[in-house]
């Protein structure tokens, strides 16, 4: 794997993730209690022994950039990296960046002056654990030009994807933007070509892109030079040239969900808490996901009650309930309070003691959840300030909302509270 050179695609402005990305790069948005996105796809890179890794972006990079200089430090000794190249303007280029491709364009002077075979594009807002070796030996195997790593879809899902048929040998013969009706059975295909049993191929006979690829480094530098009008790889790119390129087929047929909205984002959080064992799992020892080292001291659990939950380090939970939730480093949660089917991102640093008093003496609202409050449904940002007997539980079942100026909005009837937002004692929401 030392021929290969990784670049993730960190996204545009993320606005289906809005208001998570008001304040930081869709792949900083944090996961899991204690990750964040771009965890993922570099830590899978790491297992898979590649190292030589950029991670591409443009929006509110500040914090990206921190978290990666804070976790990834590679030995001296060896050619290993991690790091953001963020949009930039050249003599040649003033624009931002207008797409995939043209992300990975601008920057295509400095990816050819490296020594490698093949570029690997990946995703930076995808949950899923993929040993990338595999991938990038089928690619070889069939002398591909590229190869897309694709998953299989049933019926009831195929048609939110972008579809590709192929041929006997694997080769990509056609695509398909989010087909319905009968140009969606057109897309049908005998997946058992890429590997399923047969039982298993019938009730999946869709594959849709994963969004990520292995190019040949000639290839990928040829089609960025020869197509300046294409902006995206999807779309535009690939399709064109599988006329004339050999394009390929990778099958990955295990967990894989695309976190790029509101209500994915929620739910591929709270499924980290299923029992007996949940679709995706952090506590895989041969292929760890890894962050950044915090050395906080252990979580406190003072006559708390908490079922179905993933609980961070370095919290201080007082006489709660919480049930079917994630809490993130550093959550405070005071007594009386009721937490259910909730994402907590928690706190970026500690209020002293002595402030917290000086706080409650001059009805200032301290971090955390304040005491007797019930939150229901709901994703509490970073570093937020929740007052005491404050009810977010979408009373009204409102499914859009935009209430900025309060420090929440409401996205598929999730509540979601600002990053450093302040809650007033009371409230309802």
Not at 19 to 34: E, N
Not at 180 to 196: C, F, N, P, R
């Amino acid at each position: 794997m030392k021929r290969v050179l990784s670049i993730i695609l960190g996204g545009g402005a993320g606005t289906r993730l809005y208001p998570l990305t008001k304040l930081r790069a869709k792949p900083a948005v944090p996961l899991a209690g204690k990750y964040r996105l771009i965890d993922v796809p570099v830590s899978n890179c790491i297992n898979s022994e590649i190292f030589k890794i950029y991670v591409l972006t443009q929006f509110n990079s500040a914090s990206l950039n921190r978290h990666i200089a804070r976790a990834y430090n590679f030995s001296g000794f060896t050619e290993g990296f991690v790091e953001v190249l963020a949009a930039q303007q050249t003599p040649e280029n003033p624009n931002w960046f207008q797409g995939t491709a043209d992300a990975v364009r601008q920057y295509i002077h400095l990816l050819e002056d490296w020594d490698v075979d093949e570029y690997l594009i990946l995703s930076g807002d995808h949950l899923y654990r993929m040993d990338y070796r595999q991938f990038v030996q089928r690619h070889r195997d069939t002398n591909a030009d590229i190869t897309l790593s694709v998953v299989p879809m049933n019926e009831k899902r195929a048609s939110d994807f972008g579809l590709m048929k192929i041929d006997a040998n694997g080769r990509v013969v056609d695509f398909s933007e989010k087909p319905k009706g009968e140009a969606l059975t057109k897309m049908q295909v005998d997946t058992s070509i890429l590997g399923l049993t047969p039982d298993k191929a019938k009730e999946f006979p869709y594959i849709a892109s994963m969004g990520i690829y292995v190019f040949k480094k000639d290839v990928l530098i040829k089609l960025l030079k020869r197509s300046l009008d294409q902006t995206d790889f999807g779309k535009e790119i690939i399709p064109a040239a599988s006329a004339d390129h050999n394009v390929q087929a990778y099958l990955f047929d295990d967990y894989w969900e695309d976190i790029g909205t509101i209500e994915s984002f929620y739910e591929s959080n709270l499924a980290l808490t299923q029992q007996p064992q949940p679709a995706f799992s952090f506590y895989d020892e041969k292929a760890p996901i890894y962050t950044r080292s915090r050395y906080l001291p252990p979580t406190k659990l003072l006559d708390t009650h908490v079922t179905e939950s993933m609980i961070g380090e370095g919290c201080i939970l007082k006489k709660c309930r919480i049930h079917h939730s994630v809490l993130g480093v550093r959550s405070r949660v005071e007594e009386g309070c009721v937490i259910e089917d909730s994402l907590l991102m928690g706190s970026d640093f500690y209020e002293p003691f002595g402030e917290r008093q000086s706080n409650s003496e001059n009805s200032v609202i301290s971090l955390g959840i304040g005491a007797n409050t019930t939150i229901r449904r709901a994703i509490i940002d970073k570093n937020a300030r929740i007052g005491c007997n404050v009810t977010i539980v979408n009373k009204d079942r409102v499914e859009e909302a935009e209430r900025e100026s309060e420090g929440f909005y409401i996205r598929s009837g999730i509540v979601v509270v600002l990053k450093n937002a302040v809650i007033p004692d009371g409230t309802v929401i």
